[in-house]
């Protein structure tokens, strides 16, 4: 089947169901919600969804512990509101795509629990171990969540592998049979009409052989020897050979740690590509080391690197996805922009990726300017990993420095209610909230600004539509300007019709403002700003500028 490449013009929003609308009011978040919030989104220039996780969960971790691939979690409103979704979407001119979870299942998947027992054909669909003969664990790896990557199972008296939590078991993508149930799953739902997915973790589904200990790492030991395991690309081909090829869908991989070069193996677009896009984390990194628990002053230029290395590594070769949040990471006002600017800075991150290469995502609550929670008790978290990161590391500290580290890394923070207006609840449920609303939705919310012409909102109404206007934005080259600056991030796009300048700065003090040789600013057309007034050699704080020349 030929490829249409539609994900190429689209602008994707996505939903992280428990806390995007609530539509029955008993406080969860649901598809009812999303159903009636159609015509927003749309009305934001997006005309694609990715959904995080519907499926029925436990809930460990929110829905990325799944216990049936094939139905929709009742909280959510079941298959029937999910139906109902797609329709309007696609009736919309939207499309649909969901998440695929696959490293791993909830213990509470039938297939683990008939695996536990040794039921065939279940008995090798996960990575069973016995304990060494001196009692210990069968390896020395990591979990990215909570402590080793190993829990002993009562009921088969062996261990299996968790490289998240504890009741998110590894499947063993080396049986043939597991791979099928894979290739069901993703048939299914796009049988059903489903536009592709985004594969959750998938470069660390093939394990190495033989489980080898970790010797070099000094945490999260492992890592090396199943993110791009020796298998991994085999299994992406073989997924896309079997399914994906046979269907016009978009397949978009989560993929920590990887450079373009790595990632040129699965998604160039001139050599077999078994991917279409994948999610890079560079561009998350510029202020913390490894994870976000790890936080250490902002560096514009290590932002800066990482975009033009992704803009650059992959030209003319691979598609790039681009986003500044998700539901893994602390808001980004917050983090590179500032909550003191809140509505400044906000604004020129939408332009700081929205005109570079690729497809943009944007994130729920991201195009308010939604920032960072700051809860005065750690017992108020409920994500697994930031749990474990206060509760087992580093207790020595005192409890105020280990709750101020959650402030700065919690992923929690991207997942209080969206702040719809100033009601109770900002809005979200009629009912008692199961999360914590943050405590600013009185002044940030999307009914205020939905009055108001300047708003954040509105702002990226308009920077959608420019980036959608704009023929080099789609297409045109892609030049990085005063790389050395450790304020602003220009960069310009360029095709045979027209050229843009795309000006950003990133702190809170004036900073003198040249445009670089060959920018004549008087012929130019200043298309998007966040300020009343550009000065011609001066740039307030956050400010951002758009220029343009048409040929
Ligand atoms: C991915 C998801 C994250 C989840 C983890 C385990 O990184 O984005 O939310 O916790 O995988 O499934
Ligand atoms: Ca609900």
């Known amino acids: 089947m030929e490829k249409k490449q539609w994900y190429k013009d689209k602008v994707f929003y996505q939903i992280w169901p428990r806390s995007f609308k609530d539509g029955n009011g008993d406080g969860m978040g649901d598809l009812l919600g999303v159903y009636e919030k159609l015509d927003y989104i749309k009305s934001l220039g997006c005309d694609g969804i990715w959904f995080s996780p519907l499926y029925p969960s436990p ?26 979704v797609l329709e309007g979407a696609h009736e919309r001119d939207m499309k649909v795509i969901m998440d695929l979870v696959v490293n791993h299942t909830s213990t509470e998947h039938e297939w ?21 003969s001196n009692g210990k664990l069968p390896n020395n790896w990591d979990s990215l969540f909570e402590g080793k990557a190993w829990a002993w199972d009562e009921v088969r008296n062996e261990y299996y592998m968790h490289l998240f939590a504890i009741e998110q078991a590894d499947l063993n993508m080396d049986n043939p049979l597991v791979r099928e149930e894979v290739k069901n799953i993703l048939r299914f739902w796009l049988d059903m009409g489903v536009d592709g997915f985004r594969e959750d973790v998938i470069t660390f589904i093939s394990k190495k052989e033989g489980l080898p200990d970790d010797r070099i790492m000094p945490a999260s030991k492992g890592i090396g020897y199943y993110n791009h395991g020796p ?53 998350q990194e510029a202020d913390c080391l490894f994870t976000d628990f790890n936080h250490i002053p902002f560096s514009l230029r290590k932002l800066k690197r990482a975009y033009s290395n992704w803009q650059n590594g992959l030209e003319g070769r691979g598609w790039n996805m681009l986003y500044i949040e998700n539901h893994d990471h602390p ?83 991207a997942r209080t209610p969206v702040q719809w207006s100033a009601e109770p609840n900002a809005g979200f449920t009629t009912g008692e909230p199961w999360f914590y609303v943050n405590e600013n939705y009185v002044d940030v919310n999307v009914a205020s600004q939905e009055q108001d012409a300047d708003s954040v909102l509105n702002f990226y109404r308009k920077a959608i539509a420019l980036r959608k206007a704009l023929s080099c934005v789609r297409h045109g080259d892609y030049r990085e300007y005063n790389k050395l600056s450790s304020s602003l991030y220009t960069y310009s796009r360029e095709d045979e019709k027209q050229k843009i300048l795309v000006v950003c700065s990133y702190t809170e003090k004036e900073v003198p403002f040249k445009a670089p040789q060959g920018f004549d600013l008087a012929s130019a057309e200043l298309k998007l700003q966040n300020y009343a007034k550009a000065d011609s050699a001066l740039l307030k704080p956050y400010e951002v500028r758009v220029y343009l020349w048409e040929k």
Not at 63 to 72: E, K, L, M, R
Not at 112 to 132: L, M, N
Not at 237 to 263: G, Q, T, W
Not at 377 to 402: A, I, L
């Open 231 to 283: 298998r991994l690309h085999e299994y992406l081909e073989e997924f896309h050979r079997d399914v994906f090829s046979h269907y016009d869908c978009m397949v978009l991989a989560e993929a920590p740690m990887i450079n373009p070069k790595k990632a040129l193996e699965y998604i160039d677009e001139n050599n077999n590509p078994v991917l279409d896009m994948m999610i890079q984390f560079a561009t």
């Open 112 to 132: 683990f629990k008939k695996s536990r027992e040794r039921i065939e054909p279940y008995t090798d669909y996960y990575i069973w171990r016995p304990a060494k």
């Open 59 to 84: 809930g460990v971790d929110c829905g990325y512990d799944i216990s049936d691939y094939n139905d929709i979690a009742a909280e959510f409103g079941g298959m029937e509101a999910f139906k109902k």
């Open 331 to 413: 808001r980004m006002v917050s983090r590179y922009g500032s909550e003191k600017f809140r509505r400044e800075s906000a604004k020129m991150l939408a332009v700081s990726y929205l005109f570079l290469k690729g497809t943009p995502f944007v994130y729920q609550g991201q195009e308010i300017g939604m920032s960072n929670w700051y809860p005065s008790d750690p017992e108020m978290y409920e994500d697994v990993q930031t749990r474990w990161q206060y509760f087992n590391v580093g207790t020595k500290r005192s409890p105020e420095k280990r709750l101020q580290r959650l402030w700065h890394g919690s992923r929690d923070s």
